[in-house]
């Protein structure tokens, strides 16, 4: 526990480093990156050119040095994050590189204003805020289904969409590769909205990339299957997703950690049906939603479903016909699509037809997260009753 000395020092000095605290992040990645460039295998290059790794950074720091007399009650926020760290392999001894640079950018940014009783004081928290999450993510590997990156063949690649490629996985349990990293696929326990991680080592770039895919379903009679969205809008250019949409092709190897995240159907509510399960996805997003719709008419078809979907036009509609059939599944159904190009817009009116009290789950880019997010809030929703997964840094919003 962190003395009232360092919690009285972090806590006066939480302003000064919120109004600095992008700069201080950006000072710090590059800092670290310039020291440690094989940490660059680790890191989302996309987030760090767009400054969702820098804002997502400085608001989990800057939430627990506000939490630091109790650190619990981020423990949501935390374990989505050791989520996130545990599928990538971030290990105990990243945290002590990150507590260097990142002491030093608040050193480097704010000049004299730092101190030795500041930096002391930080210190401090960071290795208490450290240790949260290094004990947190030693039960996510004790838990996790398989330890590391292990070898699956992709034995089917399909259209989804447009854009949206649809993977299925086996993993390869033959004598190239070792017996403890042999998965069988019958034992699995896969939750409706997990993701797997796929490192790859594409030629467009001198260091190796990860990228979390969401499940689009939790049934491995087949193999694991996940989707991945083109990522080649306003001028970016999605290095994993162009990758394995262009070069990987069925029979080629590919290397997965084992399934990670929190954002699930609250279990409690799939088996009764007087709480309406409302599900809002667009684009990509579809697919853990996906998951928690065959989910919900599988264990119980009788629970209200209300679906919601947005993309640009029919052509970008992913998953279109295993929707429909899951919803047919069901007793009780409502269906509303919105496309861009026809200029139907999913927004603050339309939710404000939603029922409530309901179960809402919502998934897609960050700005409609963010759009979705805030026009549930300001309806009144509860912030118990909105779930949700970005496809970015969670913090960032």
Request: aromatic share 8%.
């Amino acid at each position: 526990m962190a003395s009232p000395k360092t919690i009285e020092i972090v806590t006066a000095t939480v302003p000064v480093l919120e109004e600095h605290g992008t700069a201080i992040t950006t000072v710090f990645y590059q800092n670290m990156f310039n020291e440690h460039p094989e940490l660059l295998d680790i890191f989302n290059e996309t987030n760090q050119k767009l400054g969702r790794q820098q804002t997502a950074l400085a608001t989990t720091v800057l939430a627990a040095a506000k939490h630091l007399e109790n650190l619990e009650a981020l423990l949501p926020q935390v374990t989505q994050i050791s989520h996130k760290h545990r599928a990538l392999q971030i290990l105990p001894e990243h945290y002590p590189i990150v507590g260097k640079h990142l002491l030093g950018a608040i050193k480097e940014v704010l000049g004299e204003a730092a101190n030795d009783d500041i930096i002391d004081a930080w210190t401090q928290a960071y290795d208490e805020i450290a240790d949260v999450f290094i004990q947190l993510e030693a039960d996510m590997y004790e838990q996790a289904m398989w330890e590391g990156f292990v070898p699956f063949e992709v034995v089917a690649k399909t259209a989804a969409a447009q854009d949206i490629a649809a993977f299925t996985v086996v993993p390869i349990n033959d004598e190239s590769v070792d017996k403890s990293q042999h998965i069988d696929l019958e034992q699995l326990n896969l939750t409706a909205g997990q993701y797997i991680t796929v490192k790859t080592d594409p030629e467009d770039s001198d260091h190796l990339a990860l990228r979390h895919y969401s499940l689009y379903s939790t049934n491995t009679d087949k193999g694991i299957q996940f989707a991945v969205r083109r990522d080649n809008r306003n001028g970016h250019y999605g290095l994993v997703s162009n990758y394995l949409h262009d070069e990987v092709k069925v029979g080629d190897t590919i290397l997965l950690s084992a399934p990670a995240g929190d954002f699930a159907l609250n279990e409690d509510l799939v088996t009764q049906n007087e709480m309406p399960l409302v599900l809002i996805s667009a684009g990509v997003g579809v697919t853990p939603i996906l998951s928690m719709l065959e989910k919900q008419v599988t264990l119980n078809p009788q629970r209200p479903i209300i679906w919601i979907y947005a993309c640009q036009n029919e052509q970008h509609h992913a998953f279109k016909s295993q929707v429909n059939e899951l919803l047919e599944s069901a007793a009780t159904v409502e269906k509303h699509i919105f496309y861009f190009e026809d200029h139907q817009i999913l927004d603050e009116t339309y939710l404000a037809t939603l029922p409530k009290p309901a179960d809402i789950y919502v998934c897609g880019s960050m700005p409609f997260m963010e759009s979705m997010i805030d026009g549930l809030i300001d309806l009144e929703h509860g912030a118990d009753s909105v779930h949700y997964e970005p496809f970015g840094p969670k913090m960032s919003l």
